[in-house]
C-alpha cells in the first residue's frame, strides 16, 4: 500500500467535510440505516475517489495466494504485487471458498487485519459451492454439473428454513461462516456475492435461474445479514459483460455497481470498444443512484504474449475516455502457481517471469503502470 494512498484518502473525505458536500445526503435508499459510522467513512471516501482522478489498484488475498509465496500460503507480508513495485495493492479481496481450509482460514484473517492496519480496502467474494454438486460452475473443463441446476429456485421455495432443506443449507453457511467473520472483522468490509450473474456459469447465474429470482436471492441475503446484527458491510452488484439491469437487486440492496470482465481488446467478445462502452453505461447508472463504480475483476492470462495489458489494455482507453475519474478501484484476478510446476497463469507480473518471453515487457509495463499519478497502491 503506497502511502500516497493512505494520504489521498484521508485528504479527500477532509476535503468533502470542509465543504460540506454530504455525498450521501440526497439518497432515497434505505442502505446508510445499516451502517455503521466507519462504514459510512468507507462508503463516502470511496464515492470521492470515485469522482477523483485516482483509484486504487487491487489483486484478490494478495497477501496469502501469489505466485511468488505460493497457493495457500500463509501472511508474510509478501505479495508478487510489492515483490514488483514495492507496495501491496491498496484493495485486497478474499473468498469464502477458501475457509473451508481452517488453517488457512485462520492466516488469512490475520493477513486482512494486517491489511487494514496499513490502511488497505478489503472486501469478500463467495464461490459457494453447491448442495449437491459441490461445484460452484455449472460447467468446467467439458463438465457439465446439473444436480444444482434448481438450487435458486430450491432456496427461495419456501420461507421456512424448517421446513425447507436447501434454504436451511444457505443460511447455515451465512450462520456459520460469513456471520461470524463478518463480526470478527468488525471493520468495515465490501461483500460481493453472486458474481457474474448475467454470465451462465455459475450456479447463481443465467442458465439456472431469472432475472426476478437472482433478485430475490440477493434481497435475501442482506435482509438475513442485516438481520443478524452485520453494519460494517458495503454491498457490491458485479454482472459480466452483459450489463443485464434486470439483474440489479434495487438501491436499497447496493453500494457499489462493478463489472467482471477479461482480455480487453484480446478477446474477439470484449474488444476495447465494447469494454468502455460497459465502462459508460455501468458507471454513469451507478452516478445517477449515488453508488460507487468499481471495475471488480479484469486481466489477462496472457500477460506474458500482451505485455503491456494493463497500461494499453486497461488504463489508457480509460484515461482517453475521462473514465478513470469515475472509478473507487480496478482488481485483478488470481496469480499463482497452484501445481508448483511453474505453469500456472499469472494476472500481474512476478519474480521470474522475466525468464519468460515477454516476461520483462510485462514488468516493466506494470511499473509503468504503477507509477502512473493517477494509480493507488
Excluded at 463478518?182 to 465490501?190: A, N
Excluded at 507480473?349 to 522475466?354: A, E, K, S, V
Amino acid at each position: 500500500m503506497k502511502t500516497k494512498k493512505i494520504f489521498f484518502i484521508k485528504i479527500v473525505f477532509t476535503i468533502y467535510i470542509i465543504f460540506n458536500i454530504n455525498l450521501i445526503s440526497s439518497q432515497t435508499s434505505k442502505t446508510s440505516l445499516y451502517w455503521d459510522a466507519a462504514t459510512e467513512h468507507l462508503f463516502k471516501s470511496l464515492r470521492a475517489i470515485g469522482n477523483s482522478d485516482f483509484f486504487m489498484f487491487g489483486v484478490p488475498n494478495a497477501l496469502t495466494i501469489s505466485y511468488l509465496g505460493g497457493p495457500m500460503h500463509c501472511f508474510n507480508d509478501s505479495s508478487d504485487c510489492k515483490s514488483i513495485t514495492g507496495s501491496h495493492p491498496a484493495f485486497i479481496e478474499s473468498d469464502f471458498l477458501w475457509y473451508d481450509n481452517p488453517n488457512f482460514k485462520k492466516c488469512d484473517i490475520e493477513a486482512m487485519k494486517e491489511a487494514y492496519k496499513k490502511g488497505a480496502v478489503l472486501g469478500y467474494c463467495y464461490h459457494l459451492r453447491g448442495l449437491k454438486s459441490n461445484e460452484f460452475y455449472t460447467y468446467s473443463k467439458n463438465k457439465v454439473f446439473t444436480s444444482d441446476s434448481t438450487l435458486v429456485k430450491d432456496i427461495l421455495a419456501n420461507p421456512d428454513r424448517n421446513t425447507n432443506q436447501s434454504l436451511n443449507w444457505y443460511l447455515t453457511r451465512l450462520d456459520t461462516l460469513v456471520i461470524p467473520v463478518f463480526k470478527e472483522l468488525s471493520f468495515p468490509l465490501i461483500y460481493r456475492p453472486f458474481h457474474e450473474m448475467t454470465g451462465g456459469w455459475f450456479w447463481w447465474g443465467t442458465s439456472t435461474c431469472t432475472p426476478d429470482e437472482l433478485v430475490k436471492l440477493y434481497r435475501l441475503t442482506v435482509d438475513y445479514l442485516r438481520a443478524n446484527g452485520i453494519r460494517n458491510v458495503l454491498y457490491a452488484w458485479a454482472p459480466d459483460k452483459s450489463t443485464d439491469l434486470r439483474f440489479y437487486p434495487g438501491d436499497d440492496y447496493i453500494d457499489i455497481v462493478g463489472y467482471d470482465g477479461y482480455d480487453i481488446g484480446i478477446a474477439d467478445y470484449h474488444s476495447v470498444d465494447f469494454f468502455i462502452n460497459n465502462i459508460k453505461f455501468l458507471s454513469d447508472f451507478a452516478d445517477k443512484h449515488q453508488k460507487i463504480f468499481a471495475i471488480t475483476e479484469t486481466g489477462t492470462g496472457k500477460l506474458t504474449k500482451y505485455p503491456q495489458f494493463w497500461t494499453k489494455h486497461v488504463f489508457y482507453p480509460l484515461f482517453q475516455n475521462n473514465l478513470h475519474k469515475k472509478i473507487a478501484w480496478i482488481m485483478t484476478w488470481y496469480s499463482a502457481d497452484w501445481k508448483h510446476d511453474y505453469s500456472g497463469v499469472s494476472f500481474i507480473p512476478y519474480i521470474g517471469i522475466n525468464n519468460k518471453e515477454g516476461g520483462k515487457e510485462a514488468i516493466d509495463d506494470f511499473i509503468q503502470f504503477y507509477n502512473l499519478p493517477h494509480t493507488l497502491f
